[in-house]
């Protein structure tokens, strides 16, 4: 059983293996209402897929679709996708028919009404779920019965937890929680080699990358996104905490 925490009374804690009544689609009431008036911010992942979808290089994702923030005392930046400026902050993606980018959406979109996060503890790392009733989502009315882990693997969420906890590696290590303050230059790379995946591809096929040289066959590797993806957070993860 997870245990309760300080949560809004519409969102609560949920077990993997626990069922709920939900189901979404295009002829629920609500159709689209939760892809209006919301924060979506964006892992790695989300912008490679947005990439694909969207068919543009990352750093015109980066200009067009994405903000970058810092909050203040927050070790590393956040991206969110931008919203219209159409009176209710909708999501550049979604038009009457649904979500134009479907087959490439976030993660968090296709987790919802769900939330996941994971926990880090001594002896490993486990994930916890919550649920998030809100007023508008009709979707609870419907009979399918679902748990968190069948939603999860209806949603293909496997490669999206994947490369999201690879992530969260970087930004909950110990150094972090013990206060290690990331350099500027750790910062920049955090955002090349993370999320401007072209711009980074560029500078180590060009050698521009001080301390990464790589051989022929390693550069035939990172011609794929997913791969150049995990060699990213590697490369990341040494150079911040290691130095090398
Ligand atoms: S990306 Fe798609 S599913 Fe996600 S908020 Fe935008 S339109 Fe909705
Ligand atoms: S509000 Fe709920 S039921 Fe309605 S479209 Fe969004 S997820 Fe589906």
Redesign the pocket.
């Known amino acids: 059983m997870v245990e309760p925490t300080n949560l809004p009374e519409f969102i609560s804690p949920i077990d993997a293996d626990d069922s709920f009544s939900?189901?979404?689609?295009s002829g629920?009431?609500?159709?689209?209402?939760?892809?209006r008036l919301l924060e979506l911010a964006l892992s790695p992942y989300d912008v490679l897929r947005l990439r694909k979808a969207t068919e543009l290089t990352s750093e015109q994702l980066l200009a067009q679709y994405i903000i970058i923030e810092q909050e203040p005392g927050e070790a590393f930046p956040r991206l969110y996708l931008t919203m219209n400026d159409d009176g209710r902050a909708s999501c550049v993606f979604v038009d009457k028919e649904g979500c134009t980018v479907y087959e490439h959406r976030p993660g968090a979109c296709r987790t919802?009404?769900l939330g996941r996060s994971v926990r880090r503890t001594g002896i490993g790392a486990y994930q916890q779920f919550v649920i998030i009733k809100?007023d508008?989502?009709?979707?609870?009315l419907?009979a399918a019965r679902q748990t968190p882990k069948s939603y999860c693997y209806h949603q293909e969420l496997t490669l999206y937890n994947q490369f999201n906890d690879a992530v969260m590696e970087i930004l909950q290590h110990d150094a972090i929680r013990n206060g290690f303050v990331p350099s500027q230059l750790n910062i920049e790379l955090y955002i090349l080699a993370l999320y401007n995946l072209d711009a980074f591809r560029k500078q180590l096929f060009e050698d521009r990358l001080d301390t990464i040289v790589l051989s022929h066959i390693e550069k035939e590797q990172l011609q794929n996104d997913e791969n150049l993806l995990i060699f990213g957070i590697d490369v990341l993860h040494r150079q911040i905490f290691t130095g090398l």
């Open positions: 939900f189901a979404c689609h629920v009431k609500c159709f689209n209402e939760c892809c919802y009404p809100e508008h989502c009709q979707g609870f419907e």
